[in-house]
């Protein structure tokens, strides 16, 4: 390296240095140490103490740590395909030239980047068992609805239908890739006989394949590491800790209960879920996405 190419780089460091400073101290600094005091026995107000894989080991017998996971995972293999589903859908209509098309994108839009916390506040009046929209509705079709945040059979349900709210930004990017998607092969398509559906599975649904990947991979790490709603509309995880999501059981060991060292051992858990998730995500769908110029 000349000495011009390492003055070069030097000022280049200079400049981003706020950031590394930044990464370093609020990125790099805490996942370090959360693996560390997963290791530990610490409460925050005092020393941690060194205590090995203990907090590993009280996963086994945690019977909290076993709902908790597997209901991160029921909500998860429902809302994420429900998410991916609605916001394809809406993407393929509105990229129709429709009245009022600019309108209803920002329409859809506009409710994912509503704060998440007045978003758990409005689900919580909707599903009001009393006096909620949701059941307002059913009585005008005769129909007696159940108490959606208090009964344990539809606390799950309830917070998977709520997931729909957060579909604006997916349908933004599956709009994004259907603009991309080249008229002629429409065109060709109707040429040779092809109806709407046979169009959709064989040139939308292809051609979108990677927004498709990229919205499915994102849509699995939201919806495992989900916090704000469960704990908005359910803090306690529900009857029975029905609808006890892990994220939240991560705050409670953390700040209730006050004990850091295996919120940090459930953190690291997390994240090798997500690290797995993500893995078998890859490998069931990478081989189907195609790239244009390939």
């Not at 945690?62 to 709902?67: A, E, G, Q, V």
């Not at 991309?180 to 394949?209: C, H, K």
Request: glycine share 8%.
């Amino acid at each position: 390296m000349t000495t011009a190419q390492r003055r070069q780089l030097g000022k280049g460091l200079l400049f981003i240095s706020p950031w590394l400073i930044g990464f370093a101290v609020f990125g790099i600094y805490p996942i370090v140490m959360a693996v560390y005091y997963s290791f530990c026995d610490y409460d925050v107000l005092r020393e941690p103490v060194w205590v090995g894989p203990l907090n590993y080991q009280d996963m086994w017998t945690d019977d909290l740590f076993w709902k908790s996971l597997k209901n991160t995972l029921i909500y998860a293999a429902f809302s994420v395909p429900l998410g991916l589903l609605l916001a394809l859908t809406i993407a393929v209509m509105l990229n129709r030239p429709i009245p009022g098309r600019s309108f209803f994108r920002t329409f859809y839009y506009v409710p994912s980047i509503v704060p998440l916390v007045a978003v758990a506040m409005v689900w919580m009046w909707v599903f009001n068992g009393e006096s909620g929209l949701m059941n307002y509705f059913l009585s005008l079709l005769g129909i007696e609805g159940p108490q959606w945040l208090g009964d344990e059979a539809w606390t799950k349900p309830t917070l998977i239908l709520s997931s729909i709210w957060q579909i604006g930004g997916a349908m933004v990017l599956f709009l994004a890739g259907l603009q991309d998607v080249p008229r002629s092969l429409y065109e060709s398509a109707e040429i040779d006989g092809a109806g709407p559906m046979r169009q959709f599975w064989n040139i939308t649904v292809p051609m979108v394949s990677p927004v498709l990947y990229f919205n499915l991979i994102m849509g699995i790490i939201g919806s495992v590491q989900e916090f704000v709603k469960p704990f908005v509309m359910l803090p306690d995880g529900g009857e029975n800790r029905s609808a006890l999501l892990f994220a939240v059981y991560i705050y409670q060991n953390a700040f209730d209960y006050s004990n850091m060292g295996y919120a940090c051992a459930m953190a690291v858990v997390l994240f090798f879920i997500v690290l797995l998730l993500t893995w078998l995500a890859t490998r069931a769908m990478g081989r189907h996405v195609y790239y244009a110029g390939e």
